[in-house]
C-alpha cells in the first residue's frame, strides 16, 4: 500500500515540529536532547532508564514491566494517553492490543483521534453503527487529504471500534485554523473559531524547554527555521499550543458525553513528560491518567531516555524506511485543468528516482485517469515496495513515460 506524501522520520523530536511543518525531510541522526531532558513528575526528573526493542518499561520502577500489570494499573485511569509515530506500524500494534486488552478489561470505552477533525465526527458516528463500507468511509472522512498517513497503519484500530461499537471521537480542529493561529495569533480568530480553539496558554515554561529544543534540533534545516528564528518559534509554539489546548477540552467533552473511559491515540509530541494535551485535560478534569509512549531503537543497541517521558515507554525496532511506501510528491491543481500537476521539484528518494519534475501535469498512472487527489491517493495505497507504476506526463507540450519503483533500496540509499 502506498501514500502519496513521503513521512519517514525516526527520531521523536521529529513528530511534533512535523505535524507543523507538514512535511519535512531528516538530514541527520544523532542524540536526541529532547528525550533526556530534566522534564516530568519530579521524582523521575534527571532519572535516566535504558530501553530495548521488544521491551515495555514502567517510569515508576525503571524497569520492565508485564504488559498486563500495565492494563491492571489502567484501571483508575479515566484518559488514557497513546503516542505514536504516525508512520510505525508496529507503535499501532502497541495501540490495538493496549485498546483492546482494555475493552476485554472494561468495556466502557471509547476513543479519541487526533487524525481526525471535529466537523468530521457524523462519519465517524456512520462508521461505528455499521453504515459505510471502507472506500465510502475513507472518502467521507477525506482520510488521505487530511490525514494521508496509509489507512492501514490504523485499520485494525477502526475495524474493531466498528465490531464493538466502541464511540470513536475526531479531536482534532481543521488544519487552516492552526495555520491562522500560526501565522496571524489566536485573537485573528473570529468568534466562531474561538468556539473551536480554547484560549492559549503559552506560559508554560517545561513546555516550551521542550518545544525549543525540538525547534534547535540539528535535524531541522536553517531554510525551515526561517532567519528571524524566534519569531518563527514563537508561530510554531502557538501553533502547538492551540492543537493541545483544542485536543484537550474535546477529550474531555468526548468522556463527559459518555461517562467513558476515553484512549486518546497521538502524536508523542503532543504527549511527552505529560506536558501536552494531558497536561490541558489534568487541568480541565483532573482525574487518574495514564501515558504511554513507544520509541524506535537502533538495532542491537539500548536507547537511554528521562523516566519522566511517560507513565510507560516500550521500545520497537528503527525502522530505516516505512511499512508503507510513500513516494514523496506534492500535486496541487491549476485553475481551467482537470489534471493534477506536480507543484515542486521532488526532494524525496523515491519521486526523484522516477524523474518527476516541477510543472508535470499527470496525465495517467497505471492507464488510470484521476482528476482529484483524493481518489489518486486512496488508488495508490494499494501499492506495497516492489511494485512499479506507469505514470504518463504531460512536459513542456510533450508526452512523458516515468516509471515509479517503490524500491526501498532507494530510501536505504539515502539514509545511508
Known sequence: MLEFKEMN???IR??????IIFSMAILAWGEDRSLTLPLGPKPYRGKLINIKAGQLYSARSGKAVAFERMIKEMARARFVYLGETHDDLEMHDWQYKIIRALYENEASLAIGLEQVTVDLQPVLDSWVSGELDEE???KRLSWYLTWNFNY???KKIFDFAREKKI???????????????????????SEEEKNLIPALDLKNEEHRL???TIFESEEISPQMKGNNLEAMFEALYRAQVAWDETMARNAVRAVESTGKKIVILAGSGHLLYSLGINLRVARLRPQPSTTVVGLQVPEGTGLQVSRGLADYIYGVQEKIY???????????KVEGLENLVVSSGP?????ASAGFQKGDVIISVENKYFTNLQDLRMFLSGFNWGSELSVKVLRNGEVVNLLLKLDPQVIIKKNK
Open 210 to 212: 521542550l518545544i525549543k
Open 9 to 11: 522520520f525516526k527520531p
Open 322 to 332: 516505512p511499512y508503507y511506501p510513500a513516494i514523496g510528491l506534492s500535486l496541487k
Open 347 to 351: 526532494n524525496e528518494p523515491l519521486a
Open 136 to 138: 465510502t468511509f475513507l
Open 152 to 154: 492501514g497503519y490504523y
Open 167 to 189: 464511540p470513536v471521537f475526531a479531536l482534532n480542529v481543521p488544519r487552516n485554523l492552526i495555520n491562522k493561529v500560526r501565522l496571524q495569533g489566536y485573537e485573528a480568530l
Open 14 to 19: 521529529l513528530i511534533l515540529v512535523f505535524s
